[in-house]
């Protein structure tokens, strides 16, 4: 017999674990109704995980050089449009020192695969950021390095690592990618982080072009068996000036369900509303959060150079200076009765 998706997301919620077919059939034909249960059950867990305390980590968007060319991405390599920027040490230094001011106690360094940042160069990085602010975690978010580099950071101080998987299928990783770059080198890296014991953030896009609803399942199959720490995922946001400038974008409320899924199945996992979703939809990270996220990302690069660092059109926050988002954030987790956490916000079990 045919499982409803209620007792699906019971047998999720109690074992975090489903098989292929069950993911798709979680997938399948999502009424309202559906996504409506699936956030109730999500944020039930979100709350006894976390109570109704948002962590907020600050990106500073240190460089949009990217040797890189993800066909979906703003600031690939092959964009001659995209005005190219470097932040120097001391940039980036202040930056935290304005983020810490405003309470924030997680420091995400974000860029390009810029290669002109040596290992040795982002450890003395790391170590500096971690000698002004002690109490404070750093986050890199630098794209595949090698695991002799990884380790360098790693030992400099550095906590955690994003390094999105954007899809557990080889032939779909083809598609969303250039030949030089390799399905296998990523999973690679994803591996050599978590054995560094980063703190390991995977994570899709939903509604990436070629995805399909057999894809989302191996990305679901991948994150249940890998288990991150942190899980980044976003609608596809199409960008003007990239191969996919006309590719639909992905959608709203799958991206709602799935945060929900990513909920149950790994209760205690870092789960941000991210700014695409924030940019796909005016509430889209008030809803996140109601739909089991527990994370917020707010910008924290200098307001001159954010307008460079777009990924996808549109944006948000790239006018704003980070005081803004801050504060901006606060009283939009406050209007959904949730409040900012003044926090490093690490994963606990
Ligand atoms: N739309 C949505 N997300 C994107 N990313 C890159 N380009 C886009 C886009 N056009 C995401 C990727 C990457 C992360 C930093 O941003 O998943 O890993
Ligand atoms: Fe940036 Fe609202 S979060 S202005």
Known sequence: MRQSKKDLLGMLRASGRLTKAQWIALL???????RAYAAELARAVSQQVFGRRIFIRGIVEFSNYCKNDCLYCGIRRSNAKAQRYRLTDDEILDCCDEGYEIGYRTFVLQSGEDFTYTAEHLAELVRRIKAAHPDCAVTLSLGERE???LKLMREAG???YLLRHETA????????HPPQMSFAHRMRCLRD?????????????????F???EYLAEDLCFLQDFRPEMIGMGPFLPHKDTPFAKEPKGSYELTLYLLSLCRLMLPHVLLPATTALGTIHPQGREQGVLAGANVIMPNLSPTAVRKKYMLYDNKICTEDQSSDCRFCLQ?????????????RGDYAE
């Open 28 to 34: 399948t034909d999502i009424t309202e109704d559906d």
């Open 147 to 149: 695991y002799d580099e």
């Open 158 to 160: 550095a906590d955690r």
């Open 169 to 176: 299928n080889a032939a779909h990783y083809g598609m969303l």
């Open 193 to 209: 982080l978590k054995s560094l014991g980063y703190q390991t953030g995977a994570g899709m896009m939903v509604g990436s072009p």
């Open 211 to 213: 995805q399909t609803t």
């Open 331 to 343: 009283q939009r987790m406050k209007s959904i009765g949730y409040e900012v956490a003044v926090t």
